[in-house]
């Protein structure tokens, strides 16, 4: 699967505005390549330089048919994000990058799945790893870099 941005490229910077130096809202994502089984898409948003600090997780976000589908730009806290998961700073939807020092490198991963997880509001990131747990029909990430 292709995991894009409109508002960063593969590697690239993520603009202040998604971050908690501007005004902190999701950034606009898209996926294609998706199986054609696909009925659930899930997506994880991780800093691994910050041990794997959780910035989104979000379960059963709309898509189209065949799993391909995008998540507009402020997407967190609407409908148009699925259930979403408990970001490390404690609160459901998206945590923008915030790195104390130096760059870190901020992952999103969306997930293909034959079925939708039965996730609650809030659920952890072991809750969701848990859920979808050999039922991933394909994957695809964005990695791009956020710099105080």
């Known amino acids: 699967m292709q995991v894009t941005s409109s508002a960063f490229a593969e590697g690239g910077s993520i603009p ?7 005004g902190d809202v999701s950034p606009p994502l898209a996926w294609s390549g998706a199986p054609a089984e696909t009925k659930a898409v899930a997506l ?6 910050a041990r794997d600090f959780v910035h989104w997780l979000a379960a059963n976000v ?10 507009p730009e402020a997407a967190t806290s609407k409908s148009e994000a ?14 923008g990058p915030c790195p104390p020092s130096g760059e870190h ?4 991963t969306v997930y293909a799945l ?17 859920a979808i747990d050999g039922k991933v029909l394909a994957s695809g990430t964005l990695t791009a870099r956020y710099r105080r």
């Open 16 to 22: 202040a505005k998604y971050t908690c130096d501007g």
């Open 44 to 49: 994880t948003v991780l800093d691994p330089d």
């Open 62 to 71: 709309p898509s189209g048919l065949g799993g391909d589908g995008a998540l």
């Open 82 to 95: 699925g259930v979403e998961g408990r970001n490390s700073g404690g609160r459901a939807g998206w945590y």
């Open 105 to 108: 490198r901020y992952v999103f």
């Open 114 to 130: 034959p079925e939708r997880p039965d996730l609650q509001p809030g659920f952890s990131r072991d809750e969701l790893t848990q």
